[in-house]
């Protein structure tokens, strides 16, 4: 059953991505992780109470809150991180980035889990390895970088209008896209220790709560905290959606974690990467080239190839 829960977690993965970019084409990428953290939490508790598991809290011990707390921290780096990179970046380049964290949770389940390494693992990482490189090293067609320099060069003018300086520039969303990964793979890994003595859903509940109290300490730390009034209908629309879409991700997501290994659920969440890209097509007319179709290629057999192991 935890593979068919990583499947489902997968698709909800894929699609968080997309409305999540939908929602921060003007709206600050901190402020937007900051709110859609509240209908991830409302969700999460929600489930809490339906499923009755409410009443272990009082039975988490100190080790497991230390880590869902562990785990929340991450998490938050994690898509402060990832969210102004994909506001910065384009969508097929930032996604692969993120993704490739599950070389990083391979390496981390084996020193801190045990879960064991074997040659097909390493064939894994190779290909999921390389598949990235490709993918962010593939410079987008010329039509569509044209859309994207003329997109930025607005966006500066209206950064600088009105704060008086544009954003960074460049690769900096590159960094971003990387430090997302690096914490990405800790969560996981937290995540795993986190909830082995508790039910997972209220595990989520517990992390989620971390991770919005994380969100807005960044809102108010950065003074974007008045933009909240200032968000358009239409933008504050996806930024919902992509936080329901995160929650029944992580519901799924660290259901599976509980009943399988780390080293197979989390290849198969990073499956997502396939979603994306078919809605990344279809909504932001994001077209991959023959050196990109191979990246995606590379990433899913790797990914499969851990599943079935």
Not at 54 to 68: D, H, N, P, V
Not at 136 to 152: A, D, F, N, Q, V
Not at 195 to 201: A, C, F, L, P, R
Not at 248 to 276: E, F, H, M, N
Request: with cysteine.
């Amino acid at each position: 059953m935890w593979l068919l829960y990583a499947i489902v977690s997968s698709f909800f993965a894929g699609i968080t991505s997309i409305l999540a970019k939908c929602g921060i084409q003007k709206t600050n990428s901190n402020v937007a992780t900051a709110i859609r953290t509240i209908v991830v939490l409302l969700f999460s508790w929600l489930m809490v109470f339906l499923t009755g598991t409410w009443t272990g809290i009082m039975q988490i011990s100190g080790k497991t809150l230390l880590f869902l707390i562990l785990s929340g921290l991450a998490t938050g780096a994690s898509w402060l991180c990832y969210f102004h990179a994909l506001q910065k970046g384009d969508i097929n380049k930032v996604v692969p980035i993120d993704k490739s964290s599950t070389v990083l949770t391979i390496i981390l389940a084996l020193v801190f889990l045990h879960e064991g390494f074997n040659l097909g693992k390493g064939v894994s990482v190779v290909l999921i390895g390389a598949g990235t490189l490709l993918m962010i090293s593939t410079p987008l067609p010329y039509g569509i970088r044209k859309l994207h320099r003329t997109e930025k060069n607005e966006n500066d003018r209206e950064e600088t209008e009105t704060n008086g300086h544009p954003e960074e520039s460049g690769n900096g969303w590159l960094w971003y896209a990387v430090l997302s990964a690096v914490f990405a793979s800790l969560t996981a890994i937290f995540g795993k220790i986190g909830i082995s003595g508790i039910d997972s859903n209220l595990g989520t509940a517990v992390r989620t709560t971390v991770v919005l109290v994380m969100a807005w300490l960044m809102v108010f730390v950065t003074g974007k905290q008045k933009e909240v009034k200032t968000i358009e209908k239409k933008e504050l629309g996806f930024i919902i959606l992509s936080g329901f879409a995160t929650g029944a991700s992580w519901l799924c997501y660290y259901r599976a974690l509980q009943d399988g290994p780390a080293s197979v659920v989390v290849p198969i969440d990073k499956l997502s990467i396939l979603v994306t890209i078919a809605f990344s097509w279809i909504v932001f007319h994001e077209k991959l080239t023959k050196r990109a179709m191979a990246g995606v290629l590379f990433i899913a057999l790797g990914t499969v190839l851990l599943a079935v192991l």
